[in-house]
């Protein structure tokens, strides 16, 4: 049975020097797997963190809204601070998700066709129960956990890496990064993969304004916001091409890169994880000279064997 530690949510993931991706982008490639996380993801970490602080504050319950991994987080962080928690999913969340969430003890809630509207339901809720919102992306406090991830890198990595590569969907994985980065005093540029069809955040920086997606057309669901964050859009937007870059790969890609790690070191992530480990299998020119580099697994909670078969046979 899973269990949580009263006042712990996330934990130290482990960074893998990967020989066969090295091997194929001529540079030293290294993994995060934060697909280890309990609740199976890279949000744990922030999440975490906002609930903690929600708890400390005195919330005494939890609202959030989720197209799968941020409400399992939440949920998970909840329970590891004895919090009742109610999580808001569009209609497309996939049941386990809906089990898994039971299974943490938090109360479901079926709202809209995509996370935005589940999202608005969300803020209601909050409301009526006089709770804590925690949104999945668009918070400091999320943020601020998040950035641990860099202040693990720095202890793990044998030296500065030229590159961390990351994918996004809303940005908070993302400003965390550039935050952590920064606080640790690196100068490596921050990669940033989405799929086409959920590019919200590459699209509104070709633009110069945040552009609003009319839907989500790629598989990558757990990329899913039709708008990124309007803070993460201002600070990529001043950044340059040495600090950071966005790039665009098709679901095809993504589930290519999912279908590698898994065959090379028998590791199952979601398509949108498989977005930032396109950089390495596309060989993406932001990496040309690059001798070390750090790919962020940030995980997903719905992937299985199965699933990806089946993505695998549809978009092949």
């Not at 509207?117 to 803020?123: K, Y």
């Not at 956990?145 to 793990?156: D, I, N, P, Y």
């Not at 980065?181 to 799929?195: S, Y």
Request: glycine share 8%; net charge neutral.
């Amino acid at each position: 049975m899973t269990r949580s530690i009263a006042g712990l949510a996330h934990v130290e993931t482990p960074l893998i020097y990967s020989e066969p991706f090295s091997k194929h982008l001529g540079a030293e490639v290294y993994l995060k797997l934060d697909l280890l996380q309990p609740s199976g993801s890279f949000k744990l970490r922030g999440i975490g963190q906002t609930v903690k602080e929600a708890a400390e504050a005195g919330a005494k319950c939890i609202v959030s809204s989720s197209g799968g991994n941020a409400g399992l987080a939440a949920a998970y962080a909840a329970r590891s601070f004895a919090l009742p928690c109610t999580v808001v999913l569009p209609s497309s969340t996939p049941q386990s998700v809906q089990q898994r969430l039971a299974f943490y003890g938090a109360e479901v809630l079926v709202h809209g066709d995509v996370w935005d509207e589940a999202d608005r339901r969300a803020r209601v809720v909050v409301q009526e129960q006089k709770g804590a919102y925690v949104h999945p992306f668009d918070q400091p406090s999320t943020w601020k956990g998040h950035a641990t991830l860099v202040e693990e890198l720095k202890r793990q990595m044998p030296a500065e890496p030229d590159a961390i590569v990351t994918c996004v969907g809303g940005g908070g994985l993302l400003m965390g990064i550039l935050q952590g980065v920064e606080a640790v005093g690196w100068q490596c540029p921050v990669i940033a993969c989405e799929t086409l069809g959920a590019s919200c955040l590459h699209s509104s920086l070709q633009a110069q304004e945040l552009v609003t997606l009319p839907a989500i057309t790629s598989i990558a669901k757990s990329l899913g916001a039709l708008r990124p964050s309007k803070a993460v859009f201002e600070k990529c937007r001043q950044l340059g091409a040495d600090q950071f870059q966005s790039l665009v790969y098709s679901d095809q890609q993504a589930l290519k890169a999912c279908l590698s790690l898994a065959d090379e070191h028998r590791l199952l992530v979601e398509p949108a994880c498989g977005a930032a480990l396109c950089a390495v299998t596309q060989r993406a020119e932001a990496l040309q000279g690059a001798t070390r580099v750090v790919v962020e697994l940030c995980g997903g909670a719905v992937v299985t064997s199965a699933q990806l078969a089946e993505w695998a046979r549809h978009h092949s």
